[in-house]
C-alpha cells in the first residue's frame, strides 16, 4: 500500500469551476499535510499547508483534512486555465523525515 | 529574496561519469533535501541534512549516490559511475526548522545519462 494516493486523472474542469482535488494517505500518525502544484517541466511549487482536521482558506484556494478519515483534499474556486497543472499531495509523519508525495493529479482547466 | 538555487539545470553525462549537483537553500534555512522524480511518477525522498550532518539518507542508493552539505558552500549530491536509469529530474527543497515544516523546491537538475 502506498503512502499516499492519489487519483492520477486527468480532471477536466470548464473555467469558472471549482477544481476538488483529493488525496488518502495511509499512516493515521501524520501531522502535517501540503499541496504543490507543479507545471510541466518545473519545480513543484507550494500552494497550501494544513496542521488541523477542518478547512484553511487562501485566496481560491481551500484545503480540507479529515484524519478520522485519513483524507485531505483541495478545493481551487473560480478555476482558471492557468491552473492547469499536475497537483502533488505531500503527508509527513512526524516520526520520519521524510515527505511522501503522491503521484499527482492532472488538472486541465478548460477556457 | 532568492529561493533555492540548483546548478546545473541541465546536465548531460556519459555512462560512467560523475555527476555532481549542487543545491544552495534560501537565505536562512539550515535544513536541505533531495527528491529524484522519474518521468510520469511521483517525488521520492533521498537524503535530508544539516549543515555538516547527514541526518536520513534512508532513501539514497547505498552505492555510488552520496551527498553533503558543508558548513561553507552549497549542498552537493554526487553520483558515481552514472548508468541510463540515474537519467531523472533532481529536485533540492529546503527548510526552515525541518520537520513538519513546509518545504520550498528549487527549480531542479534533470540528468541525462547517455
Known amino acids: 500500500q502506498k503512502e499516499v494516493e492519489q487519483n492520477s486523472g486527468p480532471l477536466s474542469v470548464p473555467e469558472g469551476a471549482i477544481a476538488s482535488l483529493n488525496c488518502t494517505y495511509s499512516?493515521?500518525?501524520?501531522?502535517?499535510f501540503f499541496w504543490y502544484r507543479q507545471y510541466s517541466g518545473k519545480s513543484p511549487e507550494l500552494i497550501m499547508s494544513?496542521?488541523?482536521?477542518g478547512d484553511k482558506e487562501d485566496g481560491r484556494f481551500t484545503a480540507q483534512l479529515n484524519k478520522a478519515s485519513q483524507y485531505v483534499s483541495l478545493l481551487i474556486r473560480d478555476s482558471q486555465p492557468s491552473d492547469s497543472a499536475t497537483y502533488l499531495c505531500a503527508v509527513n509523519t512526524g516520526y520520519s523525515n521524510q515527505f511522501y508525495f503522491g503521484t499527482g493529479t492532472s488538472l486541465t482547466v478548460i477556457p | 529574496n532568492a529561493g533555492v538555487m540548483q546548478n546545473p539545470r541541465h546536465l548531460v553525462r556519459r555512462r560512467g561519469q560523475e555527476a555532481r549537483l549542487r543545491c544552495s537553500p534560501v537565505?536562512?534555512?539550515?535544513?536541505v533535501y533531495w527528491y529524484r522524480q522519474l518521468p510520469e511518477e511521483g517525488l521520492k525522498f533521498m537524503v535530508y541534512?544539516?549543515?555538516?550532518?547527514?541526518?536520513?539518507e534512508s532513501g539514497m542508493p547505498k552505492e555510488r549516490f552520496s551527498a553533503e552539505f558543508p558548513k561553507e558552500g552549497p549542498s552537493i549530491l554526487r553520483i558515481q559511475q552514472v548508468v541510463r536509469g540515474d537519467s531523472a529530474a533532481y529536485f533540492c527543497?529546503?527548510?526552515?526548522?525541518?520537520?513538519?515544516?513546509?518545504?520550498?523546491f528549487g527549480p531542479g537538475t534533470r540528468l541525462t545519462v547517455l
Open positions: 537565505k536562512g534555512h539550515s535544513h
Open positions: 541534512l544539516q549543515k555538516e550532518n547527514i541526518i536520513d
Open positions: 527543497a529546503s527548510s526552515k526548522r525541518g520537520g513538519l515544516n513546509e518545504q520550498f
Open positions: 499512516d493515521r500518525g501524520s501531522q502535517s
Open positions: 494544513i496542521y488541523s482536521n
